[in-house]
């Protein structure tokens, strides 16, 4: 079985929820034809697009009895550090996306739909974990600049204004984002890289229960 088809359906522009279901149906295409017996999605909307793919490609219960060659995984590949750059832009998406699952978290929801992805709990440690990772391997972006805890927590400032000017002043306040802004910047920016990212966010999910 493979991974969730993290698109959501876009009743407000058809354009980008044709896009959306076509992603939907390229990713279950690929899961059927590399042998998986199974699937899922993130919205109920979009489990019609996945029977369809496999209904097609796979009329018998299982693909058991398809044989596939099996990749040749050795100790150095999985110690290949990984390349790419580092851009000024995913430094800040990653602070964006990080702050608004853990708004969403703190106040007791932990699936959120975020610029048409349903994300969960995975997408805010991928985003934390890179943001330490750089700040405390001394990364520099494509464009040059350097990676701190300064410029972390200056971005974080920049993003929660954005938000409050995106959602006004009583939803902003209300949402929790400035508890997520502060513990997000504490989780990127500390010595330690935390076990798990809603460990420290219980403390805030208790403060706003009480």
């Not at 979009?46 to 060659?69: C, H, W, Y």
């Amino acid at each position: 079985m493979g991974g969730m088809a993290a698109q959501i359906p876009l009743k407000d522009d058809p354009q980008a929820n044709a896009r959306a279901l076509e992603k939907v149906r390229q990713d279950k295409l690929r899961e059927v034809k590399a042998g998986h017996d199974g699937t899922w999605v993130a919205h109920p909307g979009l489990v019609s697009v996945a029977k369809e793919v496999f209904d097609q490609f796979m009329p018998t219960p299982n693909q058991i009895g398809i044989a596939r060659p099996s990749p040749q995984i050795t100790a150095a590949d999985l110690l290949q550090v990984p390349e790419g750059d580092i851009t000024g832009a995913g430094v800040r998406m990653n602070v964006d996306i990080g702050i608004r699952y853990l708004a969403a978290w703190i106040g007791g929801n932990g699936c959120v739909p975020i610029y048409g992805l349903m994300e969960d709990a995975a997408t805010a440690e991928i985003s934390r974990a890179q943001l330490w990772q750089w700040v405390k391997h001394e990364a520099r972006t494509r464009e040059g600049r350097p990676v701190t805890a300064d410029s972390v927590r200056h971005t974080i400032a920049e993003e929660l204004e954005k938000m409050h000017g995106e959602f006004g002043a009583a939803r902003f306040s209300a949402g929790g984002f400035e508890q997520a802004g502060r513990l997000f910047g504490d989780l990127v920016t500390g010595p330690e890289f935390a076990e798990f990212l809603t460990l420290p966010a219980y403390e805030y999910l208790d403060d706003s229960a009480g």
